[in-house]
């Protein structure tokens, strides 16, 4: 239960003959019988009566219409107070409801406690349901998760830190004569880079979490017929999609979830980009740069034998530059002379990881990641997956993950740059203030159900005050 009454003027402002207040909570049948000194109210029944001031004066006259909890637009117990459309008399009438225990409602708590209640329909809800679901699932998911966690304590521990930085720095803006000299002695420099740091690494783990949580998504990109379906079956130990020799035939994006040392990736095997005059195929290739928008890695899978070919080239030209690529030469039991061969000799293996070596020097002098496999015979498969976890950002050797959300990670981002900009201007208190206030109040979204509220107080704030 919602242990706050709440009250506002439920009409438009201005001149009108009636104006209308409404008062939701626990308490609003007492605040209709001390405002009006009557003993009873029926649900749904509009009842005239005077409306008293705390010292017993008219202040107006109306009708009272209460509505008994849970049959009322907010589900709570609600009274509607219809007096005359004053803003005068509306404001004393408001100052009224205060006196006897309410406070202002703020912009669309009224529905947001209908939807908490569960009262407003799918129609009245439909623009705002998607945006609330997703967001009330992933708070509920990290209020168990994360607030009795090592996230939440880690973010406190950061916040702890803000709240002391602002308390001085605030106090210190009431003494502009000594404000520099102060900061300095209070080695507020410090104090911030201490936090950069601290915050990083923060957003480190975070990024780990979130990728925990929601796996990365790996895009496949290559053409056609190197191999790339052969490559997706291989790392997700099963047939999922369909593989010919005849090329083009991966027409559209299949999606699959593979585990990389238990961290989920969705590996999106992409229509064989190449030039082409099929229609459907052109479709196919427009969804793969569709899908590489959201990628956190692209596998440029090439033919050994051919190596990069100009085509590849041209194709990698529009691909976003800041998602890391990493190039697979498939079919490398080709390249030595086939499968059975390597099985059985020893030193081909070994030749192969020297030309490898040569290889490698090459592709790091131009600052490349090349990796050779065999999809087919499962051969480089291992170094794969592990290049693939090195490049997506995860460090098999930090103990210290926590299950995190997107929301997190993206208040965090935001956290560090305003840390950041209070860093950078750390002598200029007005800005280092600011910074401050807006790191601490994108930090404080994360924390526990208070963040819930606060988000569906974004989302309902868009509506207006009343409502
Ligand atoms: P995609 O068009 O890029 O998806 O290529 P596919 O996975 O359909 O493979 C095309 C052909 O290459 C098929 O006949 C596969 O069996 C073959 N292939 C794929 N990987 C290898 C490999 O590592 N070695 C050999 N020898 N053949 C392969």
Same mark, same amino acid.
């Given at each position: 239960?919602?242990?706050?009454?709440?009250?506002?003027?439920?009409?438009?402002?201005?001149?009108?003959?009636?104006?209308?207040?409404?008062?939701?909570?626990?308490?609003?049948?007492?605040?209709?019988?001390?405002?009006?000194?009557?003993?009873?109210?029926?649900?749904?029944?509009?009842?005239?009566?005077?409306?008293?001031?705390?010292?017993?004066?008219?202040?107006?006259?109306?009708?009272?219409?209460?509505?008994?909890?849970?049959?009322?637009?907010?589900?709570?117990?609600?009274?509607?107070?219809?007096?005359?459309?004053?803003?005068?008399?509306?404001?004393?009438?408001?100052?009224?409801?205060?006196?006897?225990?309410?406070?202002?409602?703020?912009?669309?708590?009224?529905?947001?406690?209908?939807?908490?209640?569960?009262?407003? &329909?799918? !129609?009245?809800?439909?623009? #705002? $349901?998607?945006? +609330?679901?997703?967001?009330?699932?992933? /708070? %509920?998911?990290?209020? @168990?998760?994360?607030?009795?966690?090592?996230?939440?304590?880690?973010?406190?521990?950061?916040?702890?830190?803000?709240?002391?930085?602002?308390?001085?720095?605030?106090?210190?803006?009431?003494?502009?004569?000594?404000?520099?000299?102060?900061?300095?002695?209070?080695?507020?420099?410090?104090?911030?880079?201490?936090?950069?740091?601290?915050?990083?690494?923060?957003?480190?783990?975070?990024?780990?979490?979130?990728?925990?949580?929601?796996?990365?998504?790996?895009?496949?990109?290559?053409?056609?017929?190197?191999?790339?379906?052969?490559?997706?079956?291989?790392?997700?130990?099963?047939?999922?999609?369909?593989?010919?020799?005849?090329?083009?035939?991966?027409? &559209?994006? !299949?999606?699959?979830?593979? #585990? $990389?040392?238990? +961290?989920?990736?969705?590996?999106?095997? /992409? %229509?064989?980009?190449? @030039?082409?005059?099929?229609?459907?195929?052109?479709?196919?290739?427009?969804?793969?740069?569709?899908?590489?928008?959201?990628?956190?890695?692209?596998?440029?899978?090439?033919?050994?034998?051919?190596?990069?070919?100009?085509?590849?080239?041209?194709?990698?030209?529009?691909?976003?530059?800041?998602?890391?690529?990493?190039?697979?030469?498939?079919?490398?039991?080709?390249?030595?002379?086939?499968?059975?061969?390597?099985?059985?000799?020893?030193?081909?293996?070994?030749?192969?990881?020297?030309?490898?070596?040569?290889?490698?020097?090459?592709?790091?002098?131009?600052?490349?990641?090349?990796?050779?496999?065999?999809?087919?015979?499962?051969?480089?498969?291992?170094?794969?997956?592990?290049?693939?976890?090195?490049?997506?950002?995860?460090?098999?050797?930090?103990?210290?993950?926590?299950?995190?959300?997107?929301?997190?990670?993206?208040?965090?981002?935001?956290?560090?740059?305003?840390?950041?900009?209070?860093?950078?201007?750390?002598?200029?208190?007005?800005?280092?203030?600011?910074?401050?206030?807006?790191?601490?109040?994108?930090?404080?979204?994360?924390?526990?159900?208070?963040?819930?509220?606060?988000?569906?107080?974004?989302?309902?704030?868009?509506?207006?005050?009343?409502?």
């Amino acid at each position: 239960m919602n242990l706050d009454n709440i009250s506002a003027i439920a009409t438009a402002p201005g001149y009108s003959g009636v104006g209308i207040i409404r008062v939701s909570g626990h308490a609003a049948l007492k605040i209709a019988l001390a405002l009006t000194k009557k003993n009873v109210f029926i649900h749904k029944l509009a009842t005239y009566c005077d409306f008293y001031s705390n010292d017993g004066e008219i202040l107006d006259s109306g009708l009272i219409i209460y509505f008994k909890a849970p049959h009322s637009f907010t589900g709570e117990e609600v009274i509607e107070i219809h007096g005359h459309g004053s803003p005068v008399v509306l404001q004393m009438l408001i100052k009224r409801t205060l006196e006897l225990g309410c406070r202002l409602a703020t912009p669309g708590e009224f529905s947001q406690r209908a939807y908490l209640n569960g009262k407003i &329909d799918l !129609i009245q809800a439909e623009s #705002i $349901i998607d945006l +609330i679901h997703a967001e009330s699932e992933a /708070t %509920a998911k990290s209020a @168990i998760k994360s607030l009795k966690g090592r996230f939440s304590e880690q973010i406190e521990q950061i916040n702890q830190q803000l709240i002391n930085l602002r308390m001085f720095v605030e106090a210190t803006l009431d003494f502009p004569d000594e404000d520099i000299e102060f900061i300095a002695n209070a080695k507020i420099h410090d104090k911030l880079n201490a936090l950069v740091t601290e915050i990083n690494q923060l957003l480190a783990n975070t990024k780990q979490g979130v990728l925990l949580n929601n796996g990365a998504d790996i895009v496949i990109i290559g053409r056609p017929n190197v191999g790339k379906s052969s490559l997706l079956n291989t790392l997700a130990n099963e047939d999922i999609a369909i593989v010919t020799d005849i090329a083009g035939t991966t027409r &559209d994006i !299949i999606k699959e979830k593979i #585990i $990389i040392n238990g +961290i989920a990736f969705n590996v999106i095997d /992409t %229509a064989g980009i190449r @030039i082409t005059t099929d229609i459907v195929e052109q479709l196919g290739i427009k969804r793969t740069f569709t899908a590489l928008k959201n990628a956190a890695l692209c596998l440029v899978l090439v033919d050994a034998n051919t190596g990069v070919t100009a085509e590849d080239e041209s194709i990698l030209q529009q691909i976003p530059q800041n998602i890391p690529r990493l190039f697979v030469h498939n079919k490398i039991d080709l390249l030595i002379g086939g499968y059975d061969q390597l099985q059985k000799l020893d030193f081909v293996k070994e030749t192969f990881i020297q030309t490898y070596e040569v290889n490698a020097k090459i592709h790091r002098a131009v600052n490349q990641i090349h990796v050779y496999i065999s999809a087919k015979s499962k051969i480089g498969i291992d170094q794969l997956r592990s290049k693939i976890l090195s490049l997506v950002g995860f460090d098999n050797n930090n103990h210290d993950i926590f299950v995190a959300r997107t929301r997190h990670l993206n208040a965090i981002e935001l956290a560090v740059e305003h840390i950041q900009g209070a860093f950078n201007n750390w002598d200029n208190l007005e800005v280092l203030a600011e910074e401050l206030r807006y790191a601490h109040n994108k930090l404080s979204e994360i924390t526990g159900e208070f963040s819930s509220d606060d988000l569906l107080g974004e989302i309902f704030s868009k509506f207006c005050i009343g409502k």
